[in-house]
């Protein structure tokens, strides 16, 4: 078992739509949690953080926390086309390596 | 990314070929990560400094790889006697005080 799960998808969603991505992770003292978007044939970029339970919005985006479920998601409201891309969830234990999952692509139909 | 430059973009090696791959991030960065993804799963944490200090090479995967940051700026990850299983993107990235990466353009390595 990975230690950072998600769904490989595809997750195809329609323009204006919400896209929601889930992601699990199996180590309970994990303490800092992040989304990165990567576009084909490009690196990781970071959309998001997250450090404690709950919710936390940035514009279209917010990202949701529960330690005790182990649970992590992404909800992108208003998906775009360019939102089309893959979406990597990164957990940390402490100050050192991130461990990502494989990703979830998205794609966003015009 | 605009903090962190690499190369060779692209990079063809013979099996059992040696190869040198640079990392450059903007000064004053203290932390520098690499990273290895393979095509179609998510960044492989392969091994981490803080300045000069290898802190953590846990990720990688056999003796025949090797990192060195030795001025606690520009790093290179080495790999001897490549086989075909190392074809992967290499990401280098920098670290911020608050946790996050932000990764280099990667350098794309195929093994013939």
């Known amino acids: 078992q990975k230690e950072v799960e998600q769904n490989s998808g595809p997750l195809s969603v329609p323009e204006g739509a919400i896209a929601s991505l889930n992601c699990t992770y199996s180590?309970?003292?994990?303490?800092?949690f992040f989304w990165y978007r990567q576009y084909s044939g490009k690196s990781p970029e970071l959309i998001m953080s997250?450090?404690?339970?709950g919710d936390k919005e940035d514009g279209r985006f917010t990202a949701q926390l529960n330690k005790a479920s182990q649970y992590v998601s992404l909800l992108i409201r208003d998906s775009q086309p360019s939102d089309s891309a893959t979406y990597l969830c990164?957990?940390?234990?402490?100050?050192?390596?991130?461990?990502f999952g494989d990703g979830t692509t998205l794609t966003v139909k015009p | 990314g605009a903090g962190v430059s690499q190369s060779p973009r692209y990079k063809v090696a013979k099996r059992g070929q040696d190869v040198a791959l640079r990392c450059d991030p903007i000064?004053?960065?203290?932390?520098l990560f690499w990273y290895q993804q393979a095509l179609g799963q998510g960044p492989e944490f392969l091994t981490y400094?803080?300045?000069?200090?290898?802190?953590?090479k846990s990720g990688l995967p056999s003796d025949r790889f090797f990192a060195e940051r030795p001025e606690g700026s520009v790093s290179t990850l080495k790999i001897q006697r490549t086989q075909q299983e190392d074809s992967a993107v290499y990401l280098c990235?920098?670290?911020?005080?608050?946790?996050?990466?932000?990764f280099g353009s990667g350098t794309q390595l195929s093994v013939l």
């Open positions: 990164a957990v940390k234990v402490n100050a050192g390596k991130s461990t």
């Open positions: 180590d309970r003292v994990s303490q800092s």
């Open positions: 997250i450090y404690s339970n």
């Open positions: 000064s004053g960065h203290v932390s």
């Open positions: 400094f803080q300045n000069e200090a290898q802190l953590d």
């Open positions: 990235a920098i670290g911020t005080t608050n946790e996050k990466l932000f």
